[in-house]
């Protein structure tokens, strides 16, 4: 009769230690699980920080040797500063501004909404260098884009020259008006017989509304278009460092709905160009990824030039205007900086913090 609790005891103690190794799997799996979830939120994060600012070629962002500190913020042997923490508020109308700046996106989901820019000039009064040198063509005295546009065009072609005595770039569209762009869309839907266009973009939602986009021809028999080939490179190494992209590529095709096309450069300004040149994405790319930036924590950037910036992005607001926090230095003196509208949902804030402190 003694042997019954014996037994009793030694089942229970079976049933204990079973207990014990399904919990001890149990522990083992949810550990497992957890590593998992950790690496694949780690993947997510990487698929979302695309962004490099390694300062060297355009492949620097793939080089081997490049570090996770490199990528963060800081290109090699620039500066490191850093924005203050001290900061205030501007309201802005998103009415007047959200579609103004040289960072708006245009594309067949945006269309242009700014009007006519206040700021066309004539491409005429930008054909020769300082040295009264003609640097390039024209296609006729009525090409026109935005002044700034211009001026960064002539710096960039005075050096084109320089370096390669090359002077038959040929501007041939700047600035459109949509009842232009309509007739370039239906004369290639005519001749194409497609219901839609990969080449030309719908009347209203061409970058060449807005002044920002340039057209290259060459003042060569049959004025055959700029495919920057040969000699003619030099301006797709070295265009952002004037501002300029070539925005459509054909690897980029299936986002922008356009096809390749090597002629056609747009002005966003430094150091947003070099950026999207350095990490080979296309402007709405860029657009994107920047939204994962704020003044708190910025995309910091130095320009191969070594001017340092820091770029961030603020949300819009639903109501008629938004507050736009602005870094200001610990003196509560302004850094100088820019706010453009993306023309989608919020503005870009492109501060640059080697200009010092400015007077507001």
Not at 2 to 10: E, F, G, H, Q, T
Not at 80 to 87: D, M, R
Not at 238 to 266: L, P, V
Not at 283 to 288: G, K, N, R, S
Request: hydrophobic share 30%; proline share 2%; glycine share 6%.
């Amino acid at each position: 009769m003694a042997s019954r609790p014996i037994l009793k005891r030694l089942k229970y103690k079976n049933i204990a230690a079973t207990l014990a190794v399904i919990l001890v799997f149990i522990l083992a799996i949810s550990a497992a699980c957890s590593d998992k979830s950790d690496d694949k939120s780690d993947k997510n994060n990487d698929k979302n920080s695309i962004l490099s600012t390694n300062d060297s070629d355009k492949d620097s962002s793939k080089s081997d040797n490049s570090s996770d500190d490199d990528n963060n913020s800081e290109n090699t042997g620039g500066s490191s500063e850093t924005l203050s923490k001290n900061y205030k508020y501007v309201s802005i109308s998103n009415e007047e501004n959200l579609h103004l700046g040289n960072l708006i996106l245009i594309n067949n989901d945006y269309a242009y909404t700014g009007g006519k820019p206040s700021d066309l000039a004539s491409s005429f009064d930008y054909m020769t260098n300082s040295e009264d040198v003609k640097i390039m063509s024209i296609k006729d005295n009525t090409v026109e884009a935005k002044k700034t546009v211009l001026e960064r065009l002539n710096s960039m072609l005075s050096d084109f020259y320089k370096d390669t005595k090359i002077t038959d770039i040929m501007l041939v569209s700047g600035y459109r008006t949509e009842e232009y762009q309509k007739e370039l869309y239906d004369a290639d839907l005519e001749s194409t017989g497609l219901d839609y266009s990969t080449k030309v973009e719908i009347p209203g939602h061409s970058e060449h509304h807005s002044g920002y986009a340039l057209d290259f021809q060459l003042d060569q028999e049959g004025y055959p278009w700029f495919t920057g080939e040969g000699d003619y490179n030099w301006i797709n190494e070295n265009c952002y460092k004037y501002g300029f992209i070539q925005r459509y590529q054909d690897e980029k095709s299936e986002i922008t709905y356009i096809s390749g096309e090597s002629w056609h450069y747009r002005y966003v300004g430094i150091p947003h160009a070099q950026i999207i040149y350095q990490n080979n994405i296309c402007l709405e790319e860029y657009i994107t990824s920047l939204k994962q930036y704020s003044r708190e924590n910025p995309l910091y950037i130095n320009d191969y030039a070594g001017t340092r910036y820091a770029v961030y992005y603020v949300a819009a607001s639903n109501d008629d205007s938004t507050n736009v926090d602005i870094p200001l230095h610990d003196n509560d003196k302004p850094y100088r900086c820019s706010i453009s509208g993306n023309n989608c949902d919020g503005y870009i804030v492109t501060v640059d913090i080697s200009a010092g402190e400015v007077d507001e």
